[in-house]
């Protein structure tokens, strides 16, 4: 049972355009949204994350939209460039102190094409 | 910056041996975690710890055991290992302090049961 579910799986962009991966969610009790980034070769990193307090969040080309009324979030990369070809995981935590389970969704391979 | 490291980045076995798979982190981290990331199935939680010599289950325990006898150690552990368990495994450790408590990843061991 996938807790938080992710489309695409794949995604081939060119170069210039904006990429847009899509999270929904059921368990109400999520109150933290974070994204990770995931290279070949090399473990996951934190991108970018959002409170469902904040309808919109952006760092540089990176902005997570927040709808918490649908329960769903999404990650929108503009001008989207070769570099950005990574795997992409939208993941999602509750509750406040103490170990902080984090549940990922299944994630998204992205390419982006000059 | 946080250094999570594992022992091996490749590891082949045979089917039957138990394997070991170590993981240590350099910031003092309360939490350490052991995932496995299978393409199409995202990053999926087998253990995690929280405290020396804690543990906690995670979604995917079965066929699996850690130990954690220092702070910045904790140990995967496959008694008898199966063509089943082939798979990518990730350890990520946090501090525990807070919400917004980023996971940290080492670069993952891939291993193969043949």
């Known amino acids: 049972q996938q807790q938080v579910k992710q489309s695409p799986q794949s995604l081939i962009v060119q170069k210039g355009g904006i990429s847009i991966i899509n999270c929904a969610y059921e368990?109400?009790?999520?109150?933290?949204f974070p994204w990770y980034q995931q290279f070949p070769g090399k473990g996951p990193a934190l991108l970018i994350a959002i409170r469902p307090d904040v309808s919109e969040k952006k760092e540089g080309r990176f902005t997570i939209s927040f709808n918490k009324s649908a329960k769903q979030f999404s990650l929108h990369i503009m001008d989207s460039q070769p570099g950005d070809s990574a795997t992409y995981f939208c993941a999602a935590k509750a509750g406040g102190w103490g170990y902080q389970k984090v549940t990922f969704g299944i994630g998204t391979k992205l390419q982006v094409i000059p | 910056d946080v250094k999570v490291t594992q022992s091996s980045r490749y590891l082949v076995k045979r089917t039957g041996e138990k394997v070991f798979l170590e993981c240590v982190q350099d910031m003092d981290h309360e939490n350490m975690f052991w995932y496995r990331q299978d393409p199409g199935l995202g990053l999926r939680l087998i253990y995690f710890s929280y405290d020396v010599k804690m543990k906690e289950k995670g979604d995917i325990p079965e066929g699996y055991s850690v130990s954690r006898e220092k702070k910045e150690r904790f140990s995967l552990i496959l008694e008898s290992a199966s063509t089943n368990q082939t798979s990518m495994y990730l350890c990520a450790s946090s501090s525990g302090q807070g919400m917004e408590d980023t996971q940290y990843f080492g670069p993952g061991t891939r291993l193969t049961v043949l």
């Open positions: 368990n109400t009790a999520f109150d933290y």
